[in-house]
């Protein structure tokens, strides 16, 4: 198999992940108090935060339109079609914080049949985001 660098391994971790938001200023502030994150770049239309060595761009759906042409943006209620997973060491108490900075959980906490332990909560943009120990 040929890689298309010479220098990694194809492929290798994902560097960044887009997330498309109708309202920007009332998301980076949940992602500023929610996960506690400084804005690592901004500019009119996109709010960037680090999580780990992952980039979480969050993207205006005015601008999100000429990225993806010709797919299409969709609504935020027109269902989810993803999911991120936060590792925690305790979802029980990661709740109780979740829930002192005004986030509502979807669900949980509760023990999953494949052995973990989850809750999950929904951003201003609509998009899931799941803690698990």
């Known amino acids: 198999m040929t890689h298309a660098t010479s220098d990694t391994a194809w492929p290798g971790n994902v560097g960044a992940i887009t997330l498309f938001v109708e ?11 929610v996960f506690g994150l400084p804005v690592t770049f901004e500019d ?6 680090g999580f780990g060595n992952t980039l979480i761009n969050l993207l205006r759906t ?4 000429e990225l993806i042409d010709p797919a299409r943006v969709a609504s935020p209620d027109s269902g989810s079609r993803l999911q991120l997973t936060l590792p925690v060491d305790d979802v029980d108490a990661m709740c109780k914080e979740l829930a002192a900075r005004g986030v509502t959980l979807l669900n949980g906490p509760m023990d999953r049949p494949w052995g973990i332990r989850t809750a999950s909560f ?4 609509g998009h899931i985001w799941e803690i698990a120990q």
């Open 44 to 49: 009119d239309n996109s709010a960037v935060f």
């Open 23 to 33: 309202d920007l200023e009332a998301t980076k502030r949940f992602y500023r108090e």
């Open 62 to 65: 005015t601008a999100a339109y």
């Open 122 to 125: 929904r951003d201003p943009g």
